[in-house]
């Protein structure tokens, strides 16, 4: 396929770092491309531990701006993307064998000043005896601290990044491999294949970003034919989720004997998430996954603090990623820094490349701005930043229409509930529950899942355990949904709640009707 004018970027990477980054650039009027060989999202973005946070723990390896920055992100993305990012309550119960209490103090202190806090509540001590969150504890946990952090549909935010780059003008290729990336003359020239439809193209641009995560080694040195990425460190994190261990909305923070932290999560409704460990990995990311013996330490960690223990034989479903941290020679692979490093390799006369390193979820916005700063000068763009007050798709929920984060009080952009009952009054024929879960997970875009609608019926087909062909017709072309597992692993976690018959029949469905999706770009 000919391309007459070149492009001013590509981007190899369909996680949060490489779509925010389309993201970004798209927004600055620059023409875009972004390939992914899988589903967005479908590594380390979809494996995290789905919080929105500054790092408590990464106070205690003085990494302060990091957790500043952090900080300052939990604020601008609840209010970009309130539907599916909202505040947590977490409850840190006081060991006092591991930390002294005016630490634990001290640490919050910082944590409540240092990103400039405005949205979320301020920490405070509990008696665990008088609190809801004290219950499940064992009873020599008396005491504890309270503090906010925020939750996140991980590969949601993905998706979310996606579609506004696209609404700016990128193209967004999922199921599509590069096979090589070489300079020629002043430009990159990219070899691209469909691996559904086995269709090769080449296309040409003035920079190259690689943010395939944890595959920016082999990219690098398979694709592009460079060692750049000797400092990679990749560090595995599994989580286990087990049935519901407490019946409270508060999440709590464990400190263990190692030094290392574990979160035990309310998750969808009926279940808790445990997580995450910090292993050294070796292998090929695509086959990552959890071993028995962190299924073991998971178990143990929160088995020293609630009072019902849990064993490997409770967990119902585990998940494993890859993060792919920049080798700083920490001894300890919990040690290790989660900051980002952004490698420019420019060379004069040629175009230049840049390499994602590490990475939050949390700061993903952030690193993309700093990642066009480095480009921006080298492919003569002047726009300015633009996305710390732009809400993502879905987040204008407020009464105003579509704000943006600098223009409301900060208040009316996070009022999901009070936009939940809006949409359900306007569609009281749909089951609360189903309105709820439209709701939450595509905010304002639930309408455009609904459509025209008058009832029931006009949602079409109903092919299990409340799904619709209507909102399988919106992803397939709206969210690049190819496969049940995207829907049911990554833009949400039905996965959890339906059945094998209801899995099949979105098989089916996805097998006659699916691949339309692709042709939305």
């Known amino acids: 396929m000919a391309q007459e004018k070149p492009l001013d970027v590509a981007v190899i ?6 779509t925010g980054i389309a ?12 390939c992914e060989k899988n589903d967005l999202g479908s590594g380390t973005s979809s494996a995290s531990t789905k919080l929105i946070h500054g790092g408590l723990r990464y106070l205690e390896q003085y990494e302060f701006r990091l957790v500043r920055e952090s900080l300052m992100e939990r ?13 947590m309550r977490f409850v840190l119960p006081h060991n006092k064998s591991l930390r002294p209490a005016w630490m634990i103090r001290l640490g919050l202190f910082l944590y409540d000043h ?10 405070s001590g509990v008696k665990l005896i008088n609190h809801p969150s004290g219950a499940p504890l064992q009873d020599e946990m008396t005491k504890g601290f309270v503090y906010s952090d925020c939750w996140v549909q991980d590969a949601r935010l993905v998706v979310l990044n996606a579609l506004d780059a696209r609404e700016h003008g990128a193209e967004i290729l999922t199921r599509t491999e590069c096979l090589s990336a070489r300079r020629v003359d002043d430009l990159w020239e990219v070899e691209l294949r469909d691996l559904l439809s086995g269709e090769a193209r080449t296309v040409k641009a003035r920079a190259l970003v690689n943010a395939a995560g944890p595959w920016v080694a082999s990219v690098l040195e398979q694709r592009v034919g460079s060692n750049r990425a000797a400092g990679l460190r990749m560090i595995k994190g599994s989580h286990i989720v087990v049935p519901a261990m407490f019946d409270h909305d508060f999440s709590y923070i464990f400190q263990n004997p190692d030094g290392r932290i574990v979160f035990a999560i309310p998750y969808e409704g009926k279940f808790t998430l445990v997580g995450t460990t910090d292993v050294e990995y070796e292998g090929d990311p695509a086959e990552v996954a959890i071993s028995d013996d962190e299924v073991s330490y998971l178990c143990s960690a929160v088995n020293q603090y609630f009072k019902s223990g849990i064993a490997p034989k409770d967990v119902v479903w585990t998940y494993s990623g890859v993060r792919p941290l920049y080798d700083d020679d920490s001894q300890s692979a ?21 390499n994602v390193f590490g990475g939050k979820i949390t700061t993903f916005r952030k690193l993309a701005e700093h990642a066009m700063e480095k480009l921006c000068p080298l492919i003569n763009c002047t726009a300015p930043d633009w996305t710390d007050g732009s809400i993502l798709p879905g987040g204008d929920i407020g009464r105003g229409g579509r704000e943006t984060a600098n223009q409301n009080d900060g208040q009316s952009s ?10 359900a009054a306007q569609h009281p024929w749909l089951p609360r529950d189903l309105a709820w ?23 079409g087909r109903e092919l299990g355990d409340g799904i619709y062909e209507a909102e399988l017709s919106y992803l397939v072309e709206q969210e690049w949904v190819v496969e049940a597992a995207d829907l049911l692993w990554r833009r949400s976690k039905l996965g959890l709640h339906v059945s094998n018959e209801t899995v099949e029949e979105i098989k089916s469905w996805l ?3 699916g691949l339309s999706g692709r042709r939305v770009g």
């Open 414 to 423: 996070v009022d999901f509930d009070g936009f939940f009952e809006r949409f």
């Open 114 to 123: 240092l990103g400039g806090r405005k949205l979320l509540p301020s920490s």
């Open 334 to 354: 919990s040690t290790v820094t989660r900051d980002y490093v952004l490698d420019l390799d420019e060379q004069e006369g040629a175009a230049p490349l840049l």
């Open 437 to 459: 879960r439209y709701a939450r997970n595509y905010g304002a875009r639930a309408a455009m899942v609904v459509g025209d609608a008058k009832d029931i019926g006009g949602l």
């Open 75 to 87: 604020e601008v993305l609840l209010r970009a993307a309130p539907h599916i990012i909202w505040p």
């Open 13 to 18: 990477g369909g996680g949060v770092n490489g």
């Open 23 to 34: 993201r970004d650039a798209a927004g600055r009027g620059l023409s875009v491309l972004l």
């Open 511 to 513: 097998g006659q009707n």
